[in-house]
């Protein structure tokens, strides 16, 4: 079975440009969430969707990032404008739906990382 | 605001040896505990994870411990291989679904 795809593996842009990554989430999982991880650190929740639903985005930039979830499947995540201090490792993770009070595994995708330039 | 610290930043220990990595949360109504293990390049994989209802579970080598009275969890490995050197991270269950991460250790495992 297939993990998380995410694509391109990396990306290097100069700053004010924008830029996207995509995600591609396990089969059957409805719950998908976008980190940020920057070196040294640990993951930081940038969003999670419930199916389609944007259900967390307390986290995200509103004013240069955003996302989407269109058919409850594959997401994309934007930046625009890119600033430096946005370099990072963009991680996509799925799991299955945690409605119910119950916390589920999360599956991460190998990052997208992100140099601005 | 909920919060989770990690220790040691960097852990170097001998092929064989025993590795024990600590956290401590802020949030007393965590009750979901995972760790995870992070390869060079690659996600997160979760490793093992402990809910609120027990104190300790093990898994092979690995093993993680809870003590909800003093908001610490910690993680076991036991006869150290190579294949473990990773970084590691721990996390507890926040408000609104959302796991706080620790800062992560970094393994290394000498030959």
């Known amino acids: 079975e297939a993990g998380v795809v995410q694509s391109p593996r990396y990306k290097i842009i100069e700053k004010k440009q924008p830029v996207a990554f995509w995600c591609n989430p396990i089969?059957?999982?409805?719950?998908l969430y976008w980190y940020l991880q920057n070196l040294g650190q640990g993951p930081e929740l940038l969003i999670r969707?419930?199916?389609?639903?944007?259900?967390?985005d307390s986290q995200l930039p509103k004013d240069r990032f955003s996302a989407e979830r269109l058919k409850g499947v594959d997401s994309t995540l934007k930046i625009q404008p890119a600033e430096l201090g946005d370099s990072a490792v963009y991680l996509c993770?799925?799991?299955?739906?945690?409605?119910?009070?119950?916390?589920?595994?999360?599956?991460f995708g190998p990052g997208t990382r992100l140099t601005v330039l | 605001g909920e919060n989770v610290e990690q220790h040691p930043s960097t852990l170097s220990v001998q092929e064989g040896d025993s590795a024990v990595i600590k956290c401590t949360y802020s949030?007393?109504?965590?009750?979901?505990f995972p760790w995870y293990k992070q390869e060079l390049g690659k996600g997160p994989q979760l490793i093992i994870d402990?809910?609120?209802n027990v104190g300790e579970k093990k898994d092979q080598r690995i093993a993680v411990t809870l003590n909800k009275t003093a908001k610490h969890f910690s993680l076991h490995i036991t006869e150290t291989q190579p294949e473990d050197s990773a970084v590691y991270f721990c996390?507890?269950?926040?408000?609104?679904?959302?796991?706080?991460w620790g800062a992560g250790t970094k393994l290394i495992i000498k030959p």
């Open positions: 969707y419930e199916n389609e639903e944007a259900v967390d």
């Open positions: 402990i809910r609120s």
């Open positions: 089969s059957g999982h409805n719950t």
């Open positions: 996390a507890a269950s926040g408000s609104n679904y959302q796991l706080i």
């Open positions: 993770a799925s799991s299955s739906n945690i409605r119910g009070g119950s916390y589920n595994e999360q599956f």
């Open positions: 949030d007393s109504a965590s009750n979901y």
